[in-house]
């Protein structure tokens, strides 16, 4: 009787089906090894296979439903919303003629808004829209916190066409409207295109600082030459050519005189060589009176010789 180990089972009933496809093919030698080689592996399904594949199998399908919708956005929200990134709060500092609430509206924050997913550039581009707002900043501040510094434009002057008047910065830029009182002490630049040379009219005023310090409004006559307000209400016409030397001569003979504190109403200097000076009509009809009683005195005296 022949005995047989379990080992040379095992190789028997290994090699049986190997030895079968040998016998209908012809294999070679290391073909023959790795069909051996496999049929000895124990192939074994792992728990809960299926189970874990329906669970992937329901998730991507849930992704896909997502990308299809266009609703990637919203649920990247939505989930760093619930893991505790949603706005709570947001600090503005900086503003003193911007209101909160006009720079809130530009955030356009939705409900449940996330800090992670926050288009800070965007926002950026909105709140910049807004009248006074040269530059903002805005800065995350994890976990909830959105931070915004905003830079004002700062007021230049009034500008004044027809019956509309506005503040503007220093580039000609309309700010907002001037019906606030806090704005009545800027100089009032008035006319068409008055807006875009203001910085001309203040630094032609800075010329003669005793005219300066008592300048109110600056017109532009036909986009040519300047008419200058002062406090006082006297107005001084200025030429095209040399206007420096026209307010040079004005304030000399305000210095000298006081021109300027006469019962004036206007100077003349637009001819540049000549001076012509309006008076008040009280002040005309004095003159007047005046001269009527040099007359006469010259009159008596001319009888009496």
Sequence with gaps: ???????????????????????????SPWLRRRIRTFSRINWRVPRHAGLKGTALLFAATGIAGIISADRVDETVTWLSSASGLAIESVKITGQTETSEIAVLNRLELPPEASLATFD????RERVETLPWV??????KVYPATLKITIDERKPYVLWQRDQTVSVIDEQGRVIGDASDTHFRDLIRVVGQGADKRAGEAIALAASASSIRSRLRAAVLISERRWNFMLDNGVTLMLPQEKPEAALAVIADLDARNGLLSKDVVSVDLRLGNRMFVRLTPEAAERRTVEIKEREKLAKRKGAST
Excluded: H, V
Aim: proline fraction near 5%; avoid cysteine.
């Design 1 to 27: 009787m022949r005995q047989i180990s379990p080992r040379s089972t095992k190789e028997t009933a290994g090699d049986a089906p190997a030895t079968e496809m040998a016998a209908g093919l012809k294999l």
């Design 120 to 123: 800070l550039s965007s926002a």
């Design 134 to 139: 040269e530059n903002a900043t805005l800065r």
